[in-house]
Each structure stands twice: as structure tokens, then as C-alpha cells.
């Protein structure tokens, strides 16, 4: 018998080891990515399989026009929406502007796997399921901290968005902790000189800063579920973020953001700078790569065969 071909389609880099990872989960099904956004070669090579695919997963909801999903309604083809952020933002304001185009929402079937995604997305009435799909690389915890940091991450290109101001103001209100900052290299205003900007980080280099910080902080206005925050808990590092989850230390605000470093620092220094085994036992639970693919690749087949 034929495998059944699933083409995933979205940020490349993303899709490609999705679509690797499935496929070493279920060698029953051969899974296809293209970029077919902004490489011409992979939209025809998109063209020209789509006829005998099964299935066309989009990491990516879809509310304006598309001439890529045009042909995948034309061929009548199982779609799936595997929202991933900043696209709710965007299909909520359409819908409130009256603006969104419905067409392939409402002929998809559409995953979220944040409870405040599932919120976000009943919002412009559709209905939504959530199905977890993220894990994190395996990263070994450190034995003890040699000292207590706080690392984070913020865009150059997108400050406000990661709360730049709200870590500028926690470093004002901690001088003798070190915030350290990947993403950002060069600031034109003022910052506390307990900043540490490390610029763009390799792969291994982002590794080495997750491992060795006790307290891993990210303040962003707007989220998916992050795959920093998992390999984070995965390493035993406290989570303070802005989005509420098991094992996080969920802030709203400065102020709180503020009362939480305090709280997990002493929390830290009372366990003598060990990591948590909490969070660790909890992210190897919760977000087991192996259980999480079975699963999504579960919900695949459900799909197909209705």
C-alpha cells in the first residue's frame, strides 16, 4: 500500500523538522514540507504534489487571501490550521474590523495548544481543539548554579513587543542580579549596567545560557506556547512569563513581575542554588517528545478518516 502523503507548510526551519520527526514517528506516512511563502522552486514542487496528498498542514491560520490554499480547497484536500500566535492577533482584528476572510478557517480544522490561544480563537467563532505538539531539545541540567541569573530574550526588531521596558525595570529595581539578554546587541537609550546584551546566540550558545540560569524570564505581550519556556522547566530554571501555565510563575504587570524575582530568588538561594526536580520531572512528563508526536499524529488519522 502506498504511504499517505502530508504536506506541512510554514516557517521552514520549523516545518522541516516537524515533518522529520513525524516521519520517523509513522513511517506509514510520507511527510512533505515546502516553503511556500517565499521560495518560487517550492511552490511549484507544492504544486505538483498536492494532487496526491492526503492532507496539507498550514503552522499558520490563514485570514486573507491565499492562491497556495485556493488549490488545496480546489483538490478538496484535509486542511489543518496549527495556529501559532501573532496569526490570532491578527484574525481577532480582522474579525472585529469586519475584515477576515472565513473562507479557509471554516473549511479547516484548527488546532491551538495554549488554553489563552483556545480563548482567543473562540473569539471570532470557531470552533477549536488543543492539541499539544511542542517539545524542547535534550538538555542536561546543571548539578548547582554557580550564581543567580536571569536570562531572557528580546528582538531588536520588536522591543516593546518582548517587554523591554518591563526588564529594564526589574534590573533597576535588582542591581546586583545580572540580566542576561540574547537577541539584542545594540541599544541607542540608556540601560541598567547589570544588562547583559549577548547579541544573536548559535544553537549551542543558546543551550549554555537555558542551562546555566536559574531563572529564565520572558515577558512578551502576545504568545504561542514557547519552546524556551519548555526546555527551561526542562533544565530545572524557574519560568516567570506573562502567559499562565503548570509550573510557571505567571505576572501580569511590572509590580508583580518585580515580587516574583524576589520570591523565586529566595526560593533558589533556600535549595542552595540546585534546580528544581519539580519542574524537570514535570517537563519530562508533560512534554515528552515521543508522547506528544504519537498524539498529534493520532489526531491526524482522526482527521483523515472522518
Known amino acids: 500500500m502506498p504511504k499517505k502523503i502530508i504536506i506541512l507548510v510554514g516557517l521552514p526551519l520549523f516545518t522541516r523538522k ?39 498542514i498550514s503552522f499558520n491560520g ?8 485556493d488549490w488545496v480547497l480546489r483538490w478538496k484536500k484535509k486542511l489543518i490550521f496549527q495556529w501559532m ?13 469586519g475584515s477576515i476572510n472565513r473562507t479557509y ?14 480563548e482567543e480563537i473562540k473569539s471570532i467563532d470557531l470552533p477549536i481543539h488543543i492539541v499539544p505538539f511542542k517539545y524542547g531539545r535534550e538538555l542536561t541540567p546543571l548539578q548547582n548554579y554557580s550564581k543567580i541569573t536571569i536570562f531572557t530574550y528580546v528582538a531588536e526588531s ?9 526588564i529594564k525595570f526589574a534590573a533597576q529595581k535588582f ?17 541598567p549596567s547589570n544588562i547583559k546584551l549577548l547579541g544573536w546566540l548559535e544553537s549551542e550558545e543558546m543551550d549554555k545560557e ?30 516567570i512569563w506573562s502567559h499562565p501555565s503548570e509550573c510557571i510563575h505567571w505576572v501580569k504587570n511590572q509590580m508583580e513581575l518585580v515580587n516574583k524575582i524576589e520570591e523565586v530568588t529566595a526560593l533558589i538561594q533556600n535549595r542552595n542554588l540546585t534546580p528544581s526536580c519539580e519542574n524537570i520531572n514535570f517537563s519530562k512528563k508533560t512534554y515528552n517528545k515521543n508522547r506528544l508526536l504519537r498524539d498529534y499524529i493520532s489526531n491526524i488519522d482522526n482527521f483523515l478518516n472522518r
Open 62 to 69: 490563514v485570514t486573507d487571501k491565499s492562491g497556495t490554499l
Open 158 to 166: 520588536r522591543m516593546v513587543f518582548y517587554g523591554w521596558d518591563k
Open 210 to 239: 537555558v542551562v546555566s540560569a536559574p531563572i529564565f524570564l520572558r515577558m512578551t505581550d502576545h504568545d504561542g506556547f514557547s519552546v524556551t519556556v519548555i526546555e527551561a522547566l526542562s533544565v530545572g530554571a524557574e519560568v
Open 85 to 97: 500566535g501573532t496569526d490570532a492577533l491578527l484574525a481577532m482584528h480582522r474579525f472585529k474590523d
Open 105 to 118: 478557517i471554516d473549511y479547516a480544522r484548527n488546532f491551538v495548544d495554549s488554553p489563552w490561544q483556545q
Open 175 to 191: 542591581p546586583s542580579l545580572e540580566f542576561r539578554v540574547a537577541g539584542l546587541k545594540n541599544v541607542s537609550e540608556e540601560y
Open 18 to 56: 516537524m515533518a522529520k520527526d513525524l516521519g520517523e514517528m509513522d513511517p506509514s506516512k510520507k511527510f512533505l514540507t515546502f516553503d511556500t511563502y517565499y521560495s518560487i522552486k517550492d511552490k511549484i514542487l507544492f504544486f505538483l504534489a498536492l494532487p496526491f496528498c492526503s492532507m496539507v
